[in-house]
């Protein structure tokens, strides 16, 4: 049995600083803080190749510890891409899909923008102190000439990143949770965190930034991980 309660991924400092900045609204930051400069929605002939989802799922033992569940994973990336390719027809722009065999040769460029998407967390959206004063407070970051080839074997102006993890109690870990609370031990629960960017193909610049920071939703399940694809994709960029 399995109740829901995230924890984020490896614990790295960058899900400390989520955990911070989770009780503050999004709408807090302004829309403009979620765009690069000078950039403010796709061209409407836009074509925006989707990447394969990076995405984890995790059961939490009674002493805590993140372990993997592949088959919670595999339903996840699946459901969640069934609700790309539907989502897909409502942002206004021409996709493109990859093909199993180029999606598994991206790997390293999905790596590159997951550890990207965490410096933005970090530094960006995170609490002040982490910001970084060459920034000046704008979404200026980039994945280089590391997109290259996905302009090149896709044709696309651009490319949408997604990044998920999450985790679920198992029922020791909810029994270890309960047990604690009675002695005035709160045990937080954990979050569901996501990323999603929009990549410029020309220069690899990332035109818009979106995060998802929660304690609700179940990838498992193909309407809530719809759900999640749309709070992840609330404020993306379409054509205007």
């Known amino acids: 049995m399995t109740t829901r309660c995230n924890e984020p991924h490896r614990l790295a400092l960058a899900y400390v600083v ?8 999004a709408s807090a930051f302004g829309q403009s803080r979620h765009l690069a400069p000078a950039f403010e929605a796709l061209p409407r002939n836009a074509k925006v190749v989707l990447m394969p989802v990076d995405i984890e799922l995790f059961s939490i033992s009674g002493g805590g510890v993140l ?12 459901h969640f891409k069934t609700a790309l390719v539907q989502k897909k027809q409502t942002l206004g722009a021409t996709s493109v899909d990859l093909s199993d065999k180029d999606a598994d040769e991206m790997a390293e460029i999905n790596a590159l923008h997951a550890a990207i998407a965490r410096a933005i ?5 995170g609490a002040g102190s982490f910001n970084l004063p060459t920034k000046d407070g704008k979404l200026d970051w980039s ?8 302009k090149a074997r896709t ?3 651009y490319a949408l990143f997604t990044w998920l993890r999450d985790s679920y109690a198992s029922g ?16 937080p629960g954990g979050i569901q965190v996501g990323y999603a960017s929009l990549v410029d193909l020309d220069d690899g610049r990332i035109l818009w930034f979106n995060r998802l920071i929660r304690s609700s939703g179940d990838l498992r399940q193909p ?5 999640t694809l749309g709070a992840l994709l609330s404020n993306f960029p379409a054509p205007k």
Request: with cysteine.
């Open 172 to 187: 020791e870990r909810v029994a270890a949770m309960v047990a604690l609370a009675l002695f005035g031990v709160v045990v």
């Open 18 to 25: 989520a955990c911070v900045v989770a009780v503050i609204p």
């Open 223 to 227: 309407d809530k991980a719809a759900e």
């Open 67 to 78: 372990e993997p569940r592949a088959d919670w994973t595999d339903a996840a990336a699946k």
């Open 121 to 125: 967390e970090m530094h960006h959206l």
């Open 155 to 157: 044709g696309a102006n």
């Open 143 to 150: 994945l280089g000439e590391a997109v290259a080839p996905i």
